[in-house]
């Protein structure tokens, strides 16, 4: 039972004049007495004239001894007077914890008497343990009843009491004020709507919810009581020095273990420094190998002061670091620092930080990747300044990014112009193949169009396929249309295949027809394959059937009878394994056979051993025995079945290793 309460009278009041607003009963007669000797919200409604007095007897000694009893049979009375005088009855003669329950309860009856009946539990949870309303609210989400949570609660509670509810949203915790704050609001009472909104923005709710959570960390650390439960420590730090960084990084190196240290570190990467320069200093001052002994742990922390400096304290965050290092050490920040904006990144690159640092690979990627990133808002200012930085060579790789952000910030011409300035064929047809993905992803024909006045037409093959996915997805008939006027040709089967494999995804008997009309038929295998797999979701043996008719010999398409095994295995693994047992013999059916028992092993494991167990001897029963991952299962179940399937293996060098790797584990091999 909880601590008693001196104002459970005001409390009384307040429940009452909240039924009233929840539209329950009038509260005339409701007198508070002046000093209750009860805990929570107290019951101290006088009985009706009409309620006898064997009644109320009666009900108290049940409320007693079968809380939820006594409610089932408040709702089974229909009397809405007896229904929320038991309510409040229970609440006088049971702990939060029963009241708990009886809360999470009320999901199970329905109307407005048992939303009212959940606020009264609600209610008293908020005076008594406000932290076990937060777990009951969380579990009672799933019922669908619109009061059990602190918003549309505190909401009815203002509606009628707007003080009170306001006060008692002031001391409840910070991770339960807010929902609180926002039903106070929704009462759309004036003058307490404009204490929400002064106390919210005031730097008392701010600290307020931190400073407990701040000195349990602080508490845990001292005792090392964090080594009970290290997650438990970690909320409260992470909590706790949110708005406070600097103290954290304090108290985080007095933590003797590294991983709850870094952890710990981590947690106050999105802290948000008021003063980042003197955070930096002070930082730079108290980190050092003693106390964090991992020096990418150190510079992570440093580098992520800086980076959250924002533009405006950018470079002289920079300048901090610079005069706290050697360029040795400065090189090793150069991955973690990240200019903000343009005007930081040129600033940057003309500044002693940078010029101390000697040339190295690593310089040169730095440089490199930080202009590129920024590409994507002004590519032009991005190659200005990697031609006043890098060498030319070191520039011209940059140059399939660049021309991919100028084709989508300036179309088709800028990316143009700028290709013309590399002069590695390498790079260019590296750039051609960025450009699929704009550029031919949104125009592929002028992309298509242009890319055949290429000379290296062989190497712009797989970029030209991507540009041709991308318009049979968009334009089917257009596509098909510039097919017809192509000659004969790699350019023309790549047309062919993206317009079969893109009939292959939604028609899949339109791409078999298409696949009959091309003549190169290594060209039209790719686009029944697909077209079987499509039709493997719907229809698999006729899926399996097509690629053994029609390609019977050829590997590129028996290749794809593995994939539609596993997907008929996934409806019918039985019909799936007695198809493929059937067909002649080779690699491919083989491994088809084996991807389907597979699926059946995790399926029906008893079915799938008798099914492998009745297979001829042979290959193929050894590959089933091997390949499906049942020797695993068995093993690991320690199954009689485990032996004499490993006798059945034809092989005897596979048998051997398999029985030593199986049976004996320790004994070496496998």
């Known amino acids: 039972m909880g601590a008693k309460h001196s104002n459970s009278a005001r409390i009384l009041k307040t429940v009452g004049l909240t039924l009233l607003a929840a539209g329950s009963f009038a509260i005339a007669r409701f007198q508070a007495p002046p000093e209750p000797q009860t805990t929570g919200i107290t019951a101290d409604r006088a009985p009706s004239p009409g309620t006898p007095p064997d009644l109320v007897l009666e009900s108290s000694q049940l409320a007693a001894n079968h809380p939820l009893g006594t409610l089932n049979s408040a709702f089974s009375s229909g009397e809405r007077f007896n229904i929320h005088y038991t309510a409040l009855l229970l609440t006088q003669n049971h702990s939060p914890q029963q009241i708990g329950q009886l809360l999470l309860g009320c999901a199970d009856f329905e109307g407005s008497d048992a939303d009212i009946v959940s606020l009264i539990f609600a209610l008293d949870l908020a005076y008594r343990d406000p932290n076990l309303l937060t777990q009951v609210l969380r579990q009672t989400h799933k019922s669908g009843n619109r009061y059990l949570d602190l918003s549309s609660l505190f909401y009815y509670w203002a509606s009628a009491a707007p003080q009170d509810a306001f006060d008692t949203a002031l001391k409840l915790p910070q991770h339960l004020q807010r929902q609180a704050f926002q039903g106070v609001s929704r009462s759309g009472i004036r003058e307490i709507k404009k204490q929400v909104e002064a106390y919210l923005s005031s730097s008392n709710y701010r600290s307020s919810g931190n400073s407990e959570s701040r000195e349990k960390a602080i508490q845990a650390i001292a005792q090392k009581s964090w080594k009970s439960d290290p997650e438990g420590f970690l909320r409260f730090f992470s909590k706790g020095f ?63 002061i800086i980076n959250r400096a924002g533009p405006e304290h950018y470079i002289e965050a920079i300048g901090v670091l610079e005069a706290a290092t050697s360029p040795q050490e400065r090189a090793k920040y150069l991955p973690l620092i990240q200019p903000g904006d343009h005007k930081s990144i040129a600033t940057l690159l003309s500044s002693s930080f940078i010029q101390s640092i000697p040339d190295s690979p690593r310089k040169t990627n730095f440089l490199r990747n930080t202009l590129n990133s920024f590409a994507h808002t002004d590519w032009e200012r991005s190659l200005e300044l990697l031609n006043q930085h890098l060498p030319t060579h070191i520039v011209e790789q940059s140059i399939p990014i660049l021309a991919n952000n100028a084709y989508r910030i300036d179309g088709s011409q800028a990316a143009i112009h700028l290709l013309e300035a590399t002069s590695s064929n390498e790079l260019r047809t590296q750039t051609i193949q960025q450009l699929a993905n704009s550029w031919g992803q949104k125009d592929p024909l002028g992309y298509l169009s242009w890319t055949l006045s290429e000379p290296n037409q062989a190497e712009l093959l797989s970029a030209q396929k991507n540009a041709i996915n991308y318009w049979a997805k968009s334009d089917m008939e257009s596509l098909r249309l510039f097919e017809s006027e192509v000659e004969e040709g790699q350019f023309k089967t790549a047309l062919q295949q993206g317009i079969g494999v893109g009939l292959a995804a939604s028609d899949p008997y339109s791409a078999i027809e298409y696949a009959s009309t091309i003549s190169d038929i290594e060209a039209a295998v790719p686009i029944v394959s697909q077209a079987a797999y ?38 019918d693994p039985q019909a799936a394994s007695v198809f493929f047992s059937n067909l002649p013999e080779s690699h491919y059916t083989t491994r088809a056979l084996a991807s389907t028992l597979q699926r059946w092993v995790h399926q029906d494991q008893n079915a799938a051993i008798d099914f492998i167990t009745n297979l001829p001897s042979g290959n193929r029963r050894d590959q089933a025995i091997t390949n499906t991952g049942l020797l695993h299962s068995l093993q690991n179940s320690q199954s009689d079945d485990l032996p004499k399937l490993l006798e059945m293996i034809e092989n005897p060098e596979l048998r051997t290793n398999l029985q030593k790797r199986h049976l004996n584990p320790g004994s070496g091999n496998g």
Do not use: C, M
């Open 242 to 304: 949110q708005n406070r960084p600097l103290d954290g990084l304090e108290h985080a190196l007095e933590i003797d273990d590294p991983h709850l240290q870094s952890r710990a570190l981590d947690s106050l990467r999105h802290s948000k420094w008021e003063d980042p320069i003197e955070g930096l200093k002070t930082a730079l001052a108290l980190v050092d190998e003693n106390n964090i002994p991992n020096p990418q742990k150190r510079r992570g922390f440093i580098a992520n």
């Open 534 to 571: 499509t039709l493997s979701q719907t229809e698999p043996r006729a899926a399996a059937e097509l690629i053994v008719s029609i390609y019977p010999d050829n590997p590129s398409a028996q290749r794809s009878l593995q994939r539609i095994g596993r997907t008929w295995a996934d409806s």
